[in-house]
């Protein structure tokens, strides 16, 4: 069974610019949630999408934003990029998202701002 | 708010030595905890979930155990190996539809 595919594996944009990332889930199931990685801040959730709605949201600026396909496969964008968004961006999926079941990781996209 | 919390940050140890890594969370009303490795440049790989109604589980060299009472979870490694340097990293979901929140981790380096 694949896992978790998150495409690119590294980016590099500049300032001001926007940026799309992609994630698709293991087979099956239907919880798409993204987080970001920094030294600092270490991981922090950004949104989580089931059936192609967003049902959580964390406490990051409308300059992120993402969605959900029918397929379960999920794009994340990040608009009017700043150099504090250099990170390494997971995608983590489950069945529902709502069960005892373990959330799991894909390998990330690392994006760099210069 | 939920906030966890991993200690020791760093841990170096011998190869063969047990170690134990320390996770505290200060809202105890959890649903669920997980424990996940991490390798440098890698994603999150799932060791080890314990529900809000478990004591402990286990898997091979591994055993995670929960007080939910005192707000703890203790990741046990059995005779450690070079192969288990890594970062392990605490996650605590507060309800069903929560997400997780995740400790900062415990980077271990086990020499040979």
């Known amino acids: 069974k694949a896992g978790v595919t998150q495409t690119p594996r590294y980016l590099i944009k500049t300032r001001g610019q926007q940026v799309t990332l992609s994630c698709s889930p293991i087979?099956?199931?239907?919880?798409v949630s993204w987080y970001q990685q920094t030294p600092g801040q270490g991981l922090q959730f950004l949104f989580e999408?089931?059936?192609?709605?967003?049902?959580n949201k964390g406490n990051f600026p409308g300059r992120f934003s993402g969605r959900q396909f029918s397929n379960s496969r999920s794009e994340m964008n990040v608009s009017t990029l700043e150099l504090g968004d250099s990170a390494l961006y997971l995608c983590?999926?489950?069945?529902?998202?709502?069960?005892?079941?373990?959330?799991?990781f894909g390998d990330g996209t690392r994006l760099s701002i210069l | 708010k939920q906030e966890v919390t991993q200690i020791p940050a760093a841990l170096s140890v011998p190869e063969g030595e047990n170690l134990v890594l320390n996770c505290s969370f200060t809202d105890s009303a959890i649903y669920n905890l997980q424990w996940f490795r991490q390798d440098p440049g890698k994603g999150l790989t799932s060791l080890l979930l314990?529900?809000?109604?478990?004591r402990e589980q286990t898997s091979g060299r591994l055993n995670a155990s929960l007080d939910k009472s005192s707000g703890r979870s203790t990741l046990y490694i059995a005779a450690s190996q070079p192969g288990d340097s890594a970062t392990y990293l605490c996650?605590?979901?507060?309800?069903?539809?929560?997400?997780?929140?995740f400790g900062k981790g415990t980077m271990l380096l086990v020499s040979p």
């Open positions: 983590a999926s489950s069945l529902d998202g709502i069960s005892n079941q373990p959330q799991h």
């Open positions: 314990i529900q809000s109604s478990q």
């Open positions: 087979s099956g199931h239907r919880s």
């Open positions: 999408y089931f059936s192609e709605t967003q049902r």
């Open positions: 996650a605590v979901k507060n309800s069903g539809y929560s997400t997780l929140t």
